[in-house]
């Protein structure tokens, strides 16, 4: 018989596990307020309509189920062919009828997600490639899939704000992206300063670095380009 709760009996797997499926209603219910016609509208990322990213949403959860079967068969299954094929998927699914275009979204949420409850404890440290060409343990997927729909339930430019992210899920992307611009040498010059809190990202001996401080909410939404500061220069690109 199919288990109809997860598998894993990690709890910080669980936990995260929920965080993942409540971003992936938030970013449902964004969508759903939008009406068929709505969809054609530009969304916050340059280039992409809301068609756009609604179509990476559920190509992404389809990408990320093909790691989970990895990890689960031991077959090596990645989540592209090639980068190319991924940008070719999504301006595909953009010209999908509204209807396909919301059911690839749900089914593909759906099947990602009984994927993760039927993985067993055992299978979740296998190893998988990202499209990045990361060797990760199957269990980041739930961060890789936790990060897309926060993040892009804001870009859905429906009234979404990163103050609609929980708080834990905004500590670790302005990890990721702090993390990224020290990979690439980008980050050289800031200083980074969450009010309320003895967080800090940069070399706070140089005395010569633009220090961004505010609340976490307005840092990480400046840091991640999706919003400005006031006397403060535009953030190094992060992906």
Request: no cysteine.
């Amino acid at each position: 018989m199919v288990a109809r709760h997860d598998l894993t009996t990690d709890p910080d797997l669980q936990d995260a596990l929920l965080q993942a499926r409540r971003g992936t209603a938030f970013f449902a219910r964004k969508l759903n307020e939008l009406s068929d016609e709505e969809l054609d509208g530009d969304s916050l990322l340059p280039g992409w309509s809301r068609r756009h990213l609604a179509a990476h949403i559920g190509y992404n959860a389809r990408a990320i189920a093909r790691l989970i079967e990895w990890a689960a068969t031991g077959v090596e299954t990645p989540m592209y062919s090639s980068p190319t094929a991924r940008n070719q998927e999504i301006d595909f699914g953009a010209t999908l009828s509204p209807i396909a275009l919301r059911n690839l979204v749900d089914h593909a949420a759906v099947h990602l997600s009984v994927e993760w409850r039927d993985l067993p404890d055992e299978n979740w440290s296998n190893k998988v490639v990202t499209a990045q060409g990361r060797t990760v343990p199957a269990s980041e997927t739930v961060w890789m899939r936790t990060r897309e729909v926060w993040l892009h339930a804001v870009d859905l430019n429906n009234g979404a704000t990163v103050t609609d992210i929980p708080e834990p899920v905004q500590q670790r992307v302005l990890q990721d992206i702090t993390s990224a611009w020290k990979t690439r040498g980008t980050d050289a010059g800031l200083i980074l300063r969450v009010d309320g809190s003895e967080t800090h990202y940069g070399d706070i001996s140089n005395p010569d670095a633009v220090v961004v401080t505010g609340p976490l909410t307005k840092i990480l939404g400046w840091a991640a380009g999706r919003t400005t500061i006031t006397n403060t220069p535009t953030a190094p690109p992060w992906i």
